[in-house]
């Protein structure tokens, strides 16, 4: 007892009871052991060392923890408080606000059930149904309906750990951050709020309104925009409806990128047919409007009637221009030196020449138009024999109908090889010429062969056409490279081989906190001579329940057997 205006015995209440107020020059004071309590009217009960505090309500231990209550209660032998009404927690970083609080000083632990509020300048305001605050550690422990408000953020969880000196946050179950330009979900993460970076495992996805972006795991930086995931890698254009696909992905929100590696595979939806792309490295840029995919290093198309296959594929989604390019490289050493010319095939023509362009109708996803530069060849194979129907030359101008191709001209220099047959499929013979241009018609399988200025050239027999005479200079026919499913598209790929995500541990339920050895401290601090039906005051404010289950586990075996058979 340091001080109090006026002290009276209260016999009504038993003996030992004093009761102590404060005067007009200040409040009622005790200490315990590093503890202040300060109040304006405080009941003590000698026997059972415990304070009834009323009225402004003050307790201190050290220079870091305040409380402050319009009621509290504390023990001296348990070293347990019980606070109510407006109770206002404080440590240096934090400010906790709830309507009852428990306070143990010997594990150092704050407690409330019936919904607290916790404040932190630089992370918000974090509210829940249940919370446990350990001084010991500078950590909150939120169970139930949290929600931590932040100036450009809310975030909903199940479980959230948050630690006061460094703002780190860590969540556990279903969990939501909403910002006004993107919403994230996962269900087991930690966020930095200090400096607005996170990390999350466990079904995680970013919604940044226009794209969805999902991986096992995924590092987030608000400040600059950025996120990066490793491993299952699904990026949605929810807009342009198409899905990126791959291991390893970076998204830069502010620039519209997106980045992919590891087996990247692009995705654009369409009603009838997809179109499928794959390559070393993906990059999708550009805003909503004007998408635009870049697919580097051994880059391959693939859909039911088209495919094709490049050093490099250039796709711009507004005009529909698709660009098959070879690329210059710097290494001899590389796997893919060797130069091998950008390729399509459709059904059974093969097109192969210096650069590719495929034209589609952006808005009715047909195929409009191709053209070939530069030492264009189209091959096809002789449908009854073993040749191969060939033109070539300087560039190539393709029509498609349907998505069929329907008709070709070969412009410059161009020169033909063509197995020619009549109605019956009979082999008339083999067409060996060349001609300034050529055009070639294909109508319900039949081909239509036209040349035009300076024809020069003949019909042979297939006994008088030697066989080294039959493919013109540059024929390279590469049917084994031809995707022909989505899976032949990662055919010559390395090994895939995933890094192990160690991640985030599991969720450890919240221990008790009226554990044993609290009830067991509760238990001994009985008064002697009292009877088992005694009100304990250091009791009355512990639930039911908890001292309901500390009561079952003091009946012995034999007891319990007995009361079963009862």
């Given at each position: 007892?340091?001080?109090?205006?006026?002290?009276?015995?209260?016999?009504?209440?038993?003996?030992?009871?004093?009761?102590?107020?404060?005067?007009?020059?200040?409040?009622?004071?005790?200490?315990?052991?590093?503890?202040?309590?300060?109040?304006?009217?405080?009941?003590?009960?000698?026997?059972?060392?415990?304070?009834?505090?009323?009225?402004?309500?003050?307790?201190?231990?050290?220079?870091?923890?305040?409380?402050?209550?319009?009621?509290?209660?504390?023990?001296?032998?348990?070293?347990?408080?019980?606070?109510?009404?407006?109770?206002?927690?404080?440590?240096?970083?934090?400010?906790?606000?709830?309507?009852?609080?428990?306070?143990?000083?010997?594990?150092?632990?704050?407690?409330?059930?019936?919904?607290?509020?916790?404040?932190?300048?630089?992370?918000?305001?974090?509210?829940?149904?249940?919370?446990?605050?350990?001084?010991?550690?500078?950590?909150?422990?939120?169970?139930?309906?949290?929600?931590?408000?932040?100036?450009?953020?809310?975030?909903?969880?199940?479980?959230?750990?948050?630690?006061?000196?460094?703002?780190?946050?860590?969540?556990?179950?279903?969990?939501?951050?909403?910002?006004?330009?993107?919403?994230?979900?996962?269900?087991?993460?930690?966020?930095?709020?200090?400096?607005?970076?996170?990390?999350?495992?466990?079904?995680?996805?970013?919604?940044?309104?226009?794209?969805?972006?999902?991986?096992?795991?995924?590092?987030?930086?608000?400040?600059?925009?950025?996120?990066?995931?490793?491993?299952?890698?699904?990026?949605?254009?929810?807009?342009?409806?198409?899905?990126?696909?791959?291991?390893?992905?970076?998204?830069?929100?502010?620039?519209?990128?997106?980045?992919?590696?590891?087996?990247?595979?692009?995705?654009?939806?369409?009603?009838?047919?997809?179109?499928?792309?794959?390559?070393?490295?993906?990059?999708?840029?550009?805003?909503?409007?004007?998408?635009?995919?870049?697919?580097?290093?051994?880059?391959?198309?693939?859909?039911?009637?088209?495919?094709?296959?490049?050093?490099?594929?250039?796709?711009?989604?507004?005009?529909?221009?698709?660009?098959?390019?070879?690329?210059?490289?710097?290494?001899?050493?590389?796997?893919?030196?060797?130069?091998?010319?950008?390729?399509?095939?459709?059904?059974?023509?093969?097109?192969?020449?210096?650069?590719?362009?495929?034209?589609?109708?952006?808005?009715?996803?047909?195929?409009?138009?191709?053209?070939?530069?530069?030492?264009?060849?189209?091959?096809?194979?002789?449908?009854?024999?073993?040749?191969?129907?060939?033109?070539?030359?300087?560039?190539?101008?393709?029509?498609?109908?349907?998505?069929?191709?329907?008709?070709?001209?070969?412009?410059?220099?161009?020169?033909?090889?063509?197995?020619?047959?009549?109605?019956?499929?009979?082999?008339?013979?083999?067409?060996?010429?060349?001609?300034?241009?050529?055009?070639?018609?294909?109508?319900?399988?039949?081909?239509?062969?036209?040349?035009?200025?300076?024809?020069?050239?003949?019909?042979y027999p297939e006994s008088k056409f030697p066989e080294n005479a039959r493919k013109l200079r540059g024929f390279d026919w590469r049917e084994e490279e031809r995707p022909k499913s989505v899976e032949d598209l990662f055919s010559d790929d390395p090994p895939l081989e995933l890094p192990v995500i160690k991640g985030l541990g599991e969720y450890v339920p919240q221990e008790e906190f009226f554990d044993d050895a609290l009830l067991k401290r509760v238990e001994d601090a009985k008064p002697k001579g009292a009877k088992k039906d005694d009100q304990q005051k250091a009791s009355r404010n512990i639930p039911k329940e908890a001292l309901k289950k500390a009561d079952s586990s003091k009946v012995k075996p034999?007891?319990?057997?007995?009361?079963?058979?009862?």
């Amino acid at each position: 007892m340091e001080y109090a205006g006026f002290v009276d015995s209260d016999s009504l209440r038993g003996p030992g009871v004093s009761v102590f107020t404060r005067d007009n020059t200040q409040q009622v004071h005790f200490t315990h052991e590093g503890i202040n309590l300060w109040c304006d009217q405080a009941v003590y009960y000698e026997k059972e060392d415990f304070i009834e505090a009323y009225s402004n309500v003050i307790m201190q231990q050290g220079d870091t923890i305040n409380m402050t209550a319009k009621y509290a209660e504390y023990s001296g032998k348990t070293q347990l408080a019980f606070a109510s009404g407006d109770v206002v927690l404080r440590e240096p970083k934090s400010v906790l606000t709830t309507d009852t609080l428990h306070f143990d000083r010997v594990k150092q632990q704050a407690f409330y059930r019936n919904k607290g509020k916790v404040v932190r300048d630089t992370s918000g305001t974090i509210t829940s149904q249940i919370g446990r605050y350990y001084m010991n550690t500078k950590k909150y422990q939120f169970v139930q309906d949290v929600v931590l408000v932040n100036p450009q953020y809310t975030l909903t969880t199940n479980h959230l750990d948050f630690y006061t000196e460094t703002g780190h946050a860590y969540l556990y179950g279903p969990s939501t951050i909403v910002g006004e330009s993107n919403t994230i979900y996962a269900e087991r993460g930690f966020y930095n709020t200090n400096n607005d970076t996170g990390y999350f495992v466990k079904n995680s996805k970013i919604n940044y309104q226009n794209r969805v972006f999902e991986g096992d795991s995924m590092y987030f930086d608000r400040k600059i925009s950025f996120a990066s995931a490793t491993n299952n890698i699904k990026v949605t254009d929810t807009i342009n409806n198409s899905v990126a696909r791959g291991h390893y992905a970076e998204i830069w929100r502010a620039k519209d990128s997106v980045f992919i590696t590891k087996r990247a595979l692009a995705i654009t939806v369409q009603e009838n047919d997809s179109i499928y792309m794959h390559s070393d490295i993906l990059m999708v840029t550009g805003k909503p409007e004007h998408r635009i995919t870049r697919a580097y290093y051994n880059a391959k198309i693939f859909k039911s009637d088209l495919s094709g296959k490049a050093d490099s594929i250039h796709a711009d989604h507004k005009t529909g221009l698709t660009q098959l390019i070879n690329l210059k490289r710097f290494s001899t050493s590389d796997a893919f030196t060797t130069k091998r010319r950008p390729i399509l095939w459709n059904l059974d023509n093969q097109m192969t020449g210096d650069t590719i362009h495929l034209i589609s109708n952006p808005k009715t996803e047909q195929l409009d138009s191709l053209v070939v530069f530069n030492d264009a060849f189209l091959i096809s194979k002789d449908t009854l024999g073993t040749g191969f129907n060939q033109i070539k030359g300087l560039r190539l101008i393709g029509l498609f109908k349907d998505n069929d191709l329907y008709n070709v001209d070969i412009i410059k220099n161009a020169e033909v090889i063509n197995y020619s047959r009549d109605d019956k499929q009979e082999l008339i013979g083999i067409n060996k010429s060349k001609s300034g241009k050529i055009n070639l018609k294909i109508e319900d399988g039949y081909k239509i062969i036209t040349l035009i200025d300076q024809v020069d050239g003949d019909i042979y027999p297939e006994s008088k056409f030697p066989e080294n005479a039959r493919k013109l200079r540059g024929f390279d026919w590469r049917e084994e490279e031809r995707p022909k499913s989505v899976e032949d598209l990662f055919s010559d790929d390395p090994p895939l081989e995933l890094p192990v995500i160690k991640g985030l541990g599991e969720y450890v339920p919240q221990e008790e906190f009226f554990d044993d050895a609290l009830l067991k401290r509760v238990e001994d601090a009985k008064p002697k001579g009292a009877k088992k039906d005694d009100q304990q005051k250091a009791s009355r404010n512990i639930p039911k329940e908890a001292l309901k289950k500390a009561d079952s586990s003091k009946v012995k075996p034999a007891q319990k057997s007995q009361q079963k058979d009862n």
